[in-house]
T-cell receptor, first 112, second 115 residues
């Protein structure tokens, strides 16, 4: 079993919809949780990060972490066609920030 | 301000050959990490270099080796290529002072195809 699990999709939604992306993990030592966006033929770019449990909001994006359930989420409000990309969750230990542990990524398509 | 630069962008090699991929970190960054991203998968950590030393290594065989130069740029070498080495190889740079994994900047990667 991989440490980080993520449904690869694909997920297709109409423009303006609320998108929910999720990851589960097995290692309780993870404390830093990140969401990356990766466009085709590009490297991942950091969207959001959260330390420990709780919510964080940035514009149309909200990240949630529930450490008790080992479950993290990313919500995208008022989704736009430009949001079409692969979304990767990543997490790391507090004692060693060297290695990012990624999920498989969820492919999202927002249709006009 | 230039981000992370990787070269070449695409590469085709034959099984058994050796390959060298190159990475220039973002200006001001001193640490370079390498990741392998197979098609449909998330990136997998290969290793990280700081002060020209390998600081941490993921679960990759010794065929994968690296180097960091005094100007912080880095190379990833893969020997005895296998078909399964076909992937996008990503370089990420950061500052050593950032231990949380948050401050990584990724390059666009090198697409390696082994035939």
């Amino acid at each position: 079993q991989k440490e980080v699990e993520q449904d690869p999709g694909p997920l297709s939604v109409p423009e303006g919809a609320i998108v929910s992306l999720n990851c589960t993990y097995s290692n309780s030592a993870f404390q830093y949780f990140m969401w990356y966006r990766q466009y085709s033929r590009k490297g991942p770019e950091l969207l959001m990060y959260t330390y420990s449990s709780g919510n964080k909001e940035d514009g149309r994006f909200t990240a949630q972490v529930d450490k008790s359930s080992k479950y993290i989420s990313l919500f995208i409000r008022d989704s736009q066609p430009s949001d079409s990309a692969t979304y990767l969750c990543a997490m790391t230990h507090s004692n060693s920030g060297y290695e990012l542990n990624f999920g498989k990524g969820t492919s999202l398509l927002v249709t006009p | 301000d230039a981000g992370v630069t990787q070269s070449p962008t695409h590469l085709i090699k034959t099984r058994g050959q050796q390959v060298t991929l190159r990475c220039s970190p973002k200006s001001g960054h001193d640490t370079v990490s390498w990741y392998q991203q197979a098609l449909g998968q998330g990136p997998q950590f290969i290793f990280q270099y700081y002060e020209e030393e390998e600081r941490q290594r993921g679960n990759f065989p010794d065929r994968f080796s690296g180097h960091q130069f005094p100007n912080y740029s880095s190379e990833l070498n893969v020997n005895a290529l296998l078909l399964g080495d076909s992937a996008l190889y990503l370089c990420a740079s950061s500052l050593v002072s950032i231990r949380t994994g948050v401050g990584y900047t990724f390059g666009s990667g090198t697409r390696l195809t082994v035939v």
